[in-house]
């Protein structure tokens, strides 16, 4: 298949490629102290893999990530993060996302899939900013915009962690 472009997405050629977790990240974005100032921070991407087929619709996204890597600002917020009370790293090491659907929206490309963390499954939507050959791979980046952590049973520190947080994926994928 010879690649094509829709919006800010070329369609790669077809095959399997594995994510390359130092030339990827997935940061989030959310409100704390009753939404008057954000947070930003970062997880590192541990492994997974994309698969782009023909017709594109066919492909696939899986990503495992690091819980016990987020990374923000603050050694302090981010030893409160990891803890029991929210993401409870100790159990639940991994949060994962794994595509079940791309489909065209208009002029966008969606991402449908789930993302499993501390220990539920919730169904989430990526928008596709970008995708495009880079090097011997292909560079990906999607968002996914007001995700609720409750949905996720993450409900600890009510008032001084905001409930819904965006988050960026930026995936650069290796061919093998």
């Not at 997405?9 to 102290?33: E, F, I, N």
């Not at 990530?65 to 409870?88: F, H, I, P």
């Not at 990906?140 to 905001?162: K, N």
Request: with cysteine; proline share 4%; aromatic share 4%.
């Amino acid at each position: 298949m010879t690649a094509t472009r829709t919006a800010a997405v070329q369609v790669p050629p077809t095959g399997l490629c594995r994510v390359d977790p130092k030339q990827s990240a997935v940061s989030y974005s959310g409100r704390h102290m009753g939404g008057l100032g954000t947070v930003h921070a970062t997880f590192t991407i541990r492994s997974g893999e994309l698969r782009v087929s023909d017709p594109p619709t066919a492909s696939a996204l899986a990503v495992a990530v690091d819980a016990a890597s987020l990374t923000s600002s603050s050694a302090k917020r981010d030893k409160d993060v990891r803890n029991s009370r929210l993401l409870g790293v100790d159990t639940y090491l991994e949060i994962t996302f794994v595509s079940h659907e791309l489909r065209q929206d208009g002029d966008r490309w969606l991402l449908a899939g789930r993302v499993t963390s501390h220990g539920n499954t919730v169904p989430v939507e990526l928008v596709v900013m970008d995708a495009h050959p880079e090097g011997d791979g292909i560079r990906l980046h999607a968002r996914a915009d007001r995700l609720d952590r409750h949905a996720f049973g993450i409900t600890g520190s009510r008032g001084m962690v905001g409930r819904y947080l965006d988050l960026d994926l930026d995936v650069f994928a290796s061919r093998t």
